[in-house]
């Protein structure tokens, strides 16, 4: 791997396909990137004189890949540091506090062509924290931090069920989301509480709600909640919402999707499709370590294979996941002004025999791989 | 002119196609009907139209276009409400961090792909109670639902149906008293004993009475025990032993609101009290124990005519088939119910109109009436025999179950 | 002189017909006719207001127009069904254990173990069941030697029907061991056995060669199993999973053992293979079950009964005492005719064919002529919910009448005496 530390950051790139995202395919196009930005996308081979040029005219260029739902990053036991289950309200809590850049996971992760992430708490607290949104290399945190604070955690899941503390059981987990959401509904001013000011942001639709749903009741439970308070809010997992699909595109939630490959039967798979084909906003997650974030690309691939439209697989690994995060001025395409985050590819992004060649964060070149 | 001509045949024809348009008409011909509300109705008619009883009687036009199910000379009777039926819920039904939780409502944790659900349909319910777990003192709110629907909320036909409250031990199950040891859980905690169980209660009540005068809204808990007392959410109270029986009329006397005796083991002791106060009774399944004598848990004494005495002096009695997944069904336990002495109108009544009434949905469903929901069973034989199988189970006039 | 002699006689004679009288209460009569509004025989037609004759507790005659002897009791029961009792070919209830803690056990007897007072039979008798073969449990690889009896009388022996009939072995593997394991165990014993039976004739021969007197007996421990090696008994095999079935097969091809299957629900899966072979089988208890497609994730419905009916398998019903309906053989028999099984069918699976498979069908299991005369006396249809059972009648003698049933009454009828409070708390 090439440290990225003194690489320059003014380079041009010449490539066979530039899968632009929003834009369409250049065919032998160049990108030119001044200070860590895309300052054009070219559709003619030609590089100005004097800048670093990076020839991949036999190679595909694609948009950085968006995890839009990930734990890689988060300290020794990954586990332990996700859940803050004393309490089992906890949106104070911020993940960011718990991200290590330098960590093994993040270095290897570089390889996968993943660029951003969605750091989010884990499943294990009703209300478990606020998220953030990060690039996998910076170098400094303006660099890499996209989003100190995305949005509160929510979680409607079994795994939010506890013997020693509250909630215990379903019902009592409802309950005590609806009386969280009341209290910061309610709440007057006079008494400083930053619990119930994130709250209270939630329920003015000023913060976002990610709020984790798997199954059909969960997901009807969660569009009940959203509604009844007015949520800005995005679904997470969101496994079964094929049943239930036209009541989630009618509220118009997006879907950040649990990764396509861990499931095995031919049901389960083709729920994404079903789910992009009535017009929800889907964009995929590794949920690392669950699975790896070099496994993304390959949920994209499998839900193509069941029928996905390439060009919604796509977005759904760049800008859908961009957009549903909120940074889609900075990632998600490859376009004049946002960062230069790009991914050289031996082929088309999504065949399985394609594979990461290079990786670029900002114009640095994180990551390339050795010919043996 | 001739334009015009076109134009008007064109308007003319429009209400017709419209009309063509509209919901179809399903009609059942049987041989009897049983609409439990009157006389059974010997070669009968029922027409369904949107999902309700359009007309039943003897003699009715079918409409040309409608679907007709010919159930010859098999029974027709309405579809079984059950008053306590194993709950199409997801995981545990009990809130456990405290013993007073009257915000939670079961309804929230629906599960419309519950495994139950095929099996409540086939086994004729087609209306049922669904009540939070018996581990807690005032465990929460219940809802009427069907088992039909994609999302919780197209199940449920009746929200905060009743405030389940336990006087049974269950309550004390699994509390401990801290001794020397300092407090590990929250299950170091009262009740543990029947004394505290009617203490909280009482205090309960109380704390509930003051919040309503005080005029105070802000406190969810209180506001729906308010609503208890003041008789617009009905009292679910679980009771086993006379002792507590007893205990349960008095205190629905001393605070005054509207109660319910739910499982109710030993009320054939306190039969006419029960029947003199007018408080309905949802009966528990009735379990045989070892020994005929009928001894269990809580020392309570089981007689299998519960159902038939309690009938006999002048209660409201509903059957149901418990809240356990693997409980026998609800047309065996009212054939049970009448082979142990319940008369056979009360039984059928008993799994039918009553619970209905006593849910608070008889306007809709526990009878064959016009206006009622279509929800209709065709059987092969006389409901209370065991050899007699549901052909036909019609939920919100469709057909949801046929056997093969 | 010869008066004193002639009064002690006399008061002898006068003394034993009273200590005659009153050693029976109620006289047992030589002669019945029971004149009964339905007969259900099991083997023919059903009788519509017939006869059966009976004679020293063996039926004599049954029919329609059956003639009455001048000097037969008659029992009026014009209103009554009158079929043979129920017989259970097959439970571990009524023993103090059911299961040993060694798994090799084949010399004990449930004759050891059955409690008279246990409260099983007293309700066995209420439902109309007249013999019952009570074998060890599932938990005991080779559990011993079975017992059949009536449920009714004060010790074993007067409860006795026959000893020593069928051993039961299991398939179920006990404590922690593996199915790998408990299979293992049952091959080693039976080549301990063969070994062992090999080494006697060997020494028998030797005996009768060198002109001996040979009087070693079989070891005591293991007649049970030579005897069931010579078809002397017959090998009642429980399969807890639909898996257990092929190895079953397998014990009865090798061992040619006389066998009768006893099932889990699980082994309906099995029904075919079951078929194939034609050995009766014991349903389990539990006659319906729910299982999930794996692929649509939907519940389906298996009955049982129906299952094996058409695989056209020959089998008994079973009971379970806990169970609300499922603990009244008429209750199996119903569930089976609700789902399509012809009702002369399901009669005969709680009558003559249980009683087949434990091998009292001489005398038990239908109503003809040179069998027990055994009966319940119906208040209706057996398959009826509402019938109960009104009198049991054993070779001859009425042993339950439902009217002197103090306990059943106390079930069924409002106390009498409810203690009432001035006021409660």
């Known amino acids: ?372 | 002119m001739r334009t015009c001509v076109i134009l008007l045949s064109f308007l003319l024809l429009i209400p017709a196609l419209a009309q063509d348009e509209q919901s179809e008409v399903t009609a059942i011909k049987a041989g009897k009907i049983l609409t439990i509300s009157g006389s059974p109705i010997t070669d009968g008619i029922i027409l369904i139209k949107d999902g309700k009883i359009a007309d039943i009687g003897t003699g009715i036009e079918i409409p040309e276009n409608a679907s007709v199910i010919n159930a010859g000379q098999k029974i027709v009777m309405p579809g079984l409400v059950d008053a306590s039926a194993a709950p199409p819920v997801r995981g545990d039904l009990n809130e456990e961090h405290k013993e007073i939780t009257p915000t939670v409502r079961i309804s929230t944790a629906l599960d419309p792909q519950s495994k139950v659900l095929k099996r409540i349909v086939q086994t004729g319910t087609t209306t049922l109670y669904v009540s939070p777990g018996l581990r807690n003192v005032i465990a929460g709110l219940g809802a009427v639902v069907k088992p039909t629907g994609k999302i919780p909320k197209e199940m449920v036909i009746k929200e905060d149906a009743a405030l389940t409250i336990v006087m049974s031990m269950d309550p004390t199950y699994g509390n401990q008293t801290p001794r020397s040891q300092p407090p590990r859980n929250f299950y170091f905690r009262r009740p543990t004993t029947r004394m505290a169980i009617i203490w909280m209660l009482r205090k309960s009540f109380f704390d509930a009475q003051k919040y309503a005068a005080s005029k105070e809204k802000d406190d969810p808990e209180m506001q729906i025990l308010a609503s208890a007392l003041d008789d617009k959410i009905p009292v679910r109270l679980n009771v086993r032993r006379a002792i507590n029986i007893r205990t349960a009329l008095k205190l629905a006397d001393e605070y005054d609101f509207q109660l319910i005796l739910d499982e109710c083991t030993e009320g054939y002791k306190v039969a006419e009290e029960i029947a003199e106060k007018q408080v309905p009774v949802v009966l528990g399944p009735f379990y045989y124990y070892p020994g005929s004598l009928g001894q269990s848990r809580e020392g309570r004494e089981v007689n299998w005519n519960n159902a038939g005495i309690l009938t006999k002096a002048g209660a409201k009695v509903a059957l149901t088939s418990g809240a356990q997944a693997q409980s026998i069904d609800l047309l065996t336990a009212a054939a049970f119910a009448v082979r142990h002495g319940m008369p056979r109108d009360k039984a059928l009544k008993a799994i039918t109109a009553t619970p209905a009434e006593i849910l608070g949905v008889a306007d809709k469903v526990g009878t064959l009436e016009k206006g009622k929901d279509a929800d209709i069973l065709i059987l092969s034989g006389d409901p209370l025999e065991v050899t007699t199988r549901i052909e036909k189970v019609i939920l919100n006039g469709k057909i949801v179950y046929k056997a093969e | 002189m010869k008066s004193k002699f002639y009064i002690a006689l006399v008061t002898m004679f006068l003394a034993a017909s009273v200590i005659n009288a009153s050693a029976r209460a109620a006289p047992v009569r030589k002669k019945l006719a029971i004149k009964a509004g339905s007969i259900i025989t099991i083997t023919g037609a059903d009788i519509r207001n017939g006869t059966i004759l009976i004679e020293d507790g063996i039926i004599k005659a049954v029919g329609k127009n059956v003639e009455i002897p001048w000097d037969a009791f008659v029992i009026e029961a014009k209103d009554r069904v009158v079929m043979p009792g129920f017989v259970l070919a097959h439970t571990s209830s009524g023993l103090d254990r059911a299961n040993e803690n060694i798994p090799e056990v084949p010399f004990l007897s449930t004759f050891d173990s059955i409690d008279p007072v246990s409260f099983y039979f007293e309700d066995s008798l209420r439902d109309g069941v007249v013999a019952m073969l009570v074998l060890p449990g599932n938990n005991t690889l080779l559990g011993g030697t079975g017992t059949v009896v009536k449920p009714h009388g004060r010790t074993v022996e007067a409860m006795l029907i026959k000893r020593y009939t069928g051993l039961k072995i299991s398939l179920r593997p006990a404590g922690n061991t593996s199915r790998m394991g408990h299979m293992q165990r049952f091959r080693r014993y039976m080549s301990d056995l063969k070994d062992y039976l090999e080494e006697y004739e060997q020494r028998k021969a030797d005996a009768k060669e060198e002109k001996k007197p040979f009087d070693e007996e079989i070891d005591p421990r293991k007649q049970a199993m030579v005897d069931l090696l010579n078809i002397k008994l017959t090998a009642f095999i429980y399969c807890d999973i639909a898996a257990d079935v092929p190895k079953a097969l397998e014990i009865h091809e090798t061992y040619k053992f006389n066998t009768v299957l006893v099932l889990s629900p699980d082994c309906y899966k099995a029904a075919g293979l079951i078929a194939q072979k034609k050995l009766p089988v014991i349903l389990p208890s539990q006659l319906v079950v729910w299982e999930t497609n794996e692929e649509t994730n939907e519940e389906e419905m298996k009955v049982i009964p129906m299952i094996f009916h058409k695989a056209g398998v020959k089998f008994a019903f079973q009971t379970d005492t806990s169970q609300y309906g499922s603990r009244y053989l008429w209750y199996q028999a119903a569930t089976a005719v609700r789902h399509g099984m012809k009702r002369t069918e399901a009669l005969k699976s709680i009558t003559l064919y249980p009683a087949q498979f434990i091998g009292v069908d001489d005398r038990l299991g239908s109503i003809q002529a040179g069998k027990e005369a055994t009966f319940i006396f119906l208040t209706s249809d057996p398959l009826d919910a509402q019938a109960w059972v009104d009198k049991v009648m054993i070779a001859g003698e009425i042993v339950y009448e439902k009217e002197k049933d103090k306990r059943l009454k106390k079930l069924l009828e409002k106390p009498e005496e409810i203690q009432k409070p001035k006021d409660t708390d």
């Open chain 1, 1 to 372: 791997m090439v440290r990225a530390a003194d690489a320059p950051q003014h380079l041009a790139i010449r490539a066979g396909r530039i899968w632009t995202v929003t834009d369409g395919v250049i065919k032998d196009g160049v990108i030119i990137i001044k200070n860590g930005k895309i300052q054009a996308v070219r559709k003619k081979p030609d590089v100005p004189e004097g800048m670093k040029l990076l020839d991949f005219s036999d190679r595909d260029v694609m948009p950085g890949l968006i995890d839009a739902h990930c734990h890689i990053g988060l300290s020794l036991d990954i586990y332990s540091e996700i859940d803050e289950t004393v309490l089992a309200v906890t949106p104070d809590m911020q993940i960011i506090d718990a991200f290590n850049p330098l960590a093994d996971d993040v270095k290897k992760a570089l390889s996968s062509g993943v660029t951003t992430v969605l750091l989010a708490p884990g499943n294990k607290n009703p209300v478990a924290g606020q998220t953030a949104v990060v690039k996998l290399y910076g170098k400094t945190t303006k660099d890499r931090v996209l989003k100190r604070s995305g949005g509160v955690k929510f979680s409607l899941r079994d795994d939010a069920l506890m013997s020693d503390r509250r909630p215990t059981s379903r019902a009592g987990l409802l309950a005590l989301i609806r009386e969280e959401l009341n209290n910061a509904k309610t709440h007057k001013d006079d008494k400083p509480d930053l619990r119930i000011e994130v709250l209270k942001s939630v329920v003015d639709a000023n913060f976002p709600a990610y709020i984790s749903a798997y199954t059909v009741d969960e997901i009807a439970s969660a569009l009940t909640v959203i509604d009844e308070y007015g949520l800005n809010a995005v679904l997470i997992g969101a496994e079964e919402g094929d049943e239930i699909a036209q009541l989630i595109a009618k509220q118009n939630i997006p879907v950040i999707y649990s990764p396509v490959l861990l499931f095995s039967r031919d049901k389960d798979l083709k729920r994404v499709v079903k789910m992009a084909d009535s017009g929800i906003k889907i964009a995929f997650s590794s949920k690392s370590p669950r699975t790896p974030l070099s496994s993304l690309r390959t949920s994209a691939i499998t839900a193509v294979k069941y029928g996905l439209d390439k060009e919604v697989a796509l977005k759904g690994l760049t800008i859908n996941a961009a957009q549903i995060l909120g940074v889609a001025k900075r990632v998600g395409s490859i376009q004049r002004g946002k960062d230069a985050d790009l991914v050289i590819i031996s082929g088309d992004p999504l065949q399985p025999t394609s594979t990461v060649e290079m990786v670029i964060i900002n114009g640095n070149i994180v990551y390339q791989r050795q010919k043996i």
